[in-house]
């Protein structure tokens, strides 16, 4: 790990625990979504760094309730309670990924995972929203359309999505080497 990760990294709980990021001041009526894009060859040690801000976020300001959710294993518990998961794993070794990614796309759609994901993580009950594992579901799900489709239903809560590529504010770039579509909603959280 590079010494500039590092130091971003290290900046990560001292941004989020004050009351000005916690109540989305400063945001101009925006969304308070955050993307803290990385190297994606620094993926372990990104893994290992939600650990272990999970760990210490309750001691660094007491009471704040922050969620985590992996998105690989969000679609994987959803394709399990979908009773889909070994259907879907037959498929892929039969068929391949393009039958695969063609025959789950309306059960894995955004608009459909949106609500579950509200429903899972419960913004309400949270100070703070933790997003992983953008690099393991792709081609599956696309970050920047689960967002679109979150915006209405988030509310004001904020949400840092661990992105491995770049953001420069206005386009996602997943593993440096995919543009996505352009997205200008979220602010990168340590430049």
């Not at 900046?11 to 009526?29: A, E, H, S, V, Y």
């Not at 060859?41 to 760094?49: G, K, S």
């Not at 690099?135 to 988030?154: E, Q």
């Amino acid at each position: 790990m590079n010494q500039s990760l590092e130091h971003r990294l290290n900046q990560i709980i001292p941004t989020i625990i004050t009351d000005d990021f916690l109540g989305g001041r400063g945001l101009g009526n925006e969304l308070a979504f955050y993307i803290f894009d990385y190297p994606p060859e620094n993926e372990l040690t990104i893994r290992d760094h939600i650990k272990t801000m999970l760990l210490h976020l309750p001691i660094k300001r007491p009471g704040i309730k922050a969620a985590h959710i992996n998105l690989f294993e969000f679609l994987i518990n959803h394709l399990e309670n979908r009773r889909l998961l070994d259907k879907a794993i037959n498929m892929q070794r039969t068929e391949g990924d393009a039958a695969l990614h063609e025959k789950l796309m309306p059960v894995l759609h955004e608009s459909k995972l949106g609500p579950l994901f509200v429903e899972k993580v419960k913004p309400a009950d949270q100070d703070v929203i933790l997003v992983s594992g953008v690099g393991t579901v792709w081609p599956m799900l696309r970050s920047h359309a689960l967002l679109n489709n979150l915006h209405a239903l988030m509310g004001s809560k904020p949400l840092i999505l661990f992105f491995p590529g770049k953001y420069d504010g206005q386009s996602l770039n997943l593993f440096g080497k995919v543009k996505s579509a352009n997205y200008y909603r979220a602010f990168r959280l340590i430049p």
